[in-house]
């Protein structure tokens, strides 16, 4: 394969997509995990409990910055697009927080992981759901 080929291949825009929302999705990990254990260890929450808080707030912050940058081709711009899409990405991320806290619980209370290498693990894995469903219904790119 010549460096055409590869360069074609990484210049694709799903490809293009999916390097952004593993860098959106990237940093917004550093700050759920941060936010994870400020409210585990200096609030004294339970670690599901505040697992599912820090999740909430980086939903929000990757709903902007997905918007602005990662789908910026599709991106919501009326407010109207743009609480609608802020709307069906909680839902997808919603309907994940399930799936990313019962990964956690599992690999904390039978995998023996500490709970924040199990969340970030779970959060890799619903990750994988969150972008497939984000790219098809939130801004509705063809695949």
Same mark, same amino acid.
């Given at each position: 394969?010549?460096?055409?080929?590869?360069?074609?291949?990484?210049?694709?825009?799903?490809?293009?997509?999916?390097?952004?929302?593993?860098? =959106?999705?990237?940093? @917004?990990?550093?700050? /759920?995990? $941060? #936010? !994870?254990?400020?409210? %585990?260890?200096?609030? &004294? *929450?339970? +670690?599901?409990?505040?697992?599912?808080?820090?999740?909430?707030?980086?939903?929000?912050?990757?709903?902007?910055?997905?918007?602005?940058?990662?789908?910026?081709?599709?991106?919501?711009?009326?407010?109207?697009?743009?609480?609608?899409?802020?709307?069906?990405?909680?839902? =997808?991320?919603?309907? @994940?927080?399930?799936? /990313?806290? $019962? #990964? !956690?619980?599992?690999? %904390?209370?039978?995998? &023996? *992981?500490? +709970?924040?290498?199990?969340?970030?693990?779970?959060?890799?894995?619903?990750?994988?759901?969150?972008?497939?469903?984000?790219?098809?219904?939130?801004?509705?790119?063809?695949?």
């Amino acid at each position: 394969m010549g460096y055409s080929s590869v360069q074609d291949f990484v210049d694709k825009p799903t490809i293009v997509r999916l390097y952004r929302f593993v860098l =959106v999705g990237s940093g @917004a990990a550093l700050v /759920q995990t $941060g #936010l !994870l254990w400020v409210l %585990v260890e200096f609030a &004294g *929450l339970n +670690y599901l409990v505040a697992a599912t808080l820090s999740i909430e707030t980086t939903i929000l912050l990757q709903y902007v910055v997905n918007n602005a940058w990662t789908f910026q081709h599709a991106q919501h711009t009326s407010r109207l697009q743009y609480l609608v899409g802020l709307v069906r990405t909680n839902i =997808v991320r919603g309907t @994940a927080i399930p799936l /990313q806290v $019962g #990964l !956690l619980y599992a690999f %904390v209370t039978w995998g &023996g *992981l500490m +709970y924040l290498l199990g969340n970030g693990i779970a959060i890799f894995l619903s990750g994988i759901y969150r972008y497939y469903l984000d790219s098809r219904w939130t801004w509705k790119i063809q695949m």
